[in-house]
């Protein structure tokens, strides 16, 4: 697949037939009395479709690029009326309220923190203007957050700080540059002296490579001349294929599984994370069409099921579009 309109129109209908699907729903929320048993509808009018918060924060990033990609898009107006449905004044004001419970202090950290911000970035207006407090809030509590986390989570799944990094770092930069020196310090601190990556996964429950979503976090957080050093220390046999594990697609024996159709995740941030790496390297370099070609074939393992059982659908178009389009 190409991201050619046909192609993005195809994603755009899956999120705009989920977004606001309210149930089935997996909550993050911790009880503080029986006043809390609302509908997801209540807790978060903007953000209770695609079975949980994140995932339907990063359907409405999806929709965004798509539509900016895209602007004639047969689904176009489908998809600013979603946004009009979505982003209004009242509704941030009930999300934001959610997020200033005592107890929500580590809600959707940091995966929903990076992702919403993200989505702030690509959202045209009126709808970013709308959306601005909640994009504010979160940074507020990135930069409360990194100083006093002393290592990083490698895990390939949402607690994942390398992905969180890269993807708030674009907020950052157009928002914040103290934030974005914090993201760049915190790289440093957590993964500048890692060396010899020896890529012990995929694991079961995966949709992030732990090895190359630290590259990507590197590549787009180290200033340009410093990276190829670190990357070549981090991953210094990837001319002979090395570790052959991140060239290897995962195998996904079922999509109906929640969590081990997360490893079609896994193919799709992977293909992301080789097309960084890739371009970071001369043209005339080997490494470079070895990094496409890990890109492709990830991609060819996993893109033509992002429409399949809701407990992949509701998510992986996203990642598709990350892998496909992704920056």
Not at 131 to 157: C, M, N, Q, S, T
Not at 223 to 250: I, K, N, S
Request: aromatic share 10%; with cysteine.
């Amino acid at each position: 697949m190409t991201l050619d309109e046909a192609a993005a129109e195809r994603l755009a209908r899956i999120a705009l037939d989920h977004v606001g699907q309210e149930w089935p729903q997996k909550l993050d929320q911790v009880l503080e009395g029986p006043q809390d048993l609302l509908r997801p509808a209540v807790l978060h009018p903007v953000f209770h479709g695609s079975f949980d918060w994140h995932s339907c924060v990063h359907a409405h990033w999806m929709l965004a690029r798509l539509l900016n990609r895209f602007p004639s898009l047969p689904c176009a107006a489908r998809i600013a009326a979603r946004f009009d449905h979505a982003f209004t004044a009242e509704k941030v004001a009930a999300e934001r309220a959610f997020l200033a419970r005592p107890l929500a202090r580590g809600f959707e950290r940091p995966y929903g923190w990076a992702w919403l911000l993200k989505l702030h970035v690509e959202l045209p207006d009126p709808w970013a203007t709308v959306l601005a407090p909640l994009a504010g809030d979160f940074a507020e509590r990135f930069a409360a957050h990194l100083p006093k986390a002393d290592y990083p989570v490698r895990h390939g799944v949402h607690s994942n700080t390398a992905f969180a990094l890269t993807l708030a770092a674009d907020w950052a930069e157009r928002h914040d540059p103290a934030l974005l020196e914090l993201l760049r310090a915190t790289a440093r601190r957590w993964y500048g002296a890692d060396a010899d990556a020896q890529a012990w996964e995929p694991s079961g429950e995966d949709f992030l490579s732990p090895v190359l979503a630290e590259a990507a976090c590197m590549a787009r957080l180290l200033p340009v001349p410093e990276f190829p050093a670190w990357r070549d220390r981090f991953l210094p046999r990837l001319a002979t294929g090395e570790p052959a594990t991140l060239f290897r697609p995962a195998r996904v024996s079922d999509r109906s599984d929640g969590r081990i159709v997360h490893l079609d995740g896994v193919n799709l941030s992977r293909a992301w994370c080789w097309r960084i790496l890739a371009a970071g390297f001369a043209a005339a370099d080997p490494r470079r069409a070895l990094a496409e070609d890990a890109a492709a074939r990830h991609l060819a393992a996993s893109v033509e099921h992002v429409d399949g059982h809701y407990m992949g659908s509701h998510w992986l178009a996203s990642f598709a579009v990350l892998a496909l389009d992704g920056s």
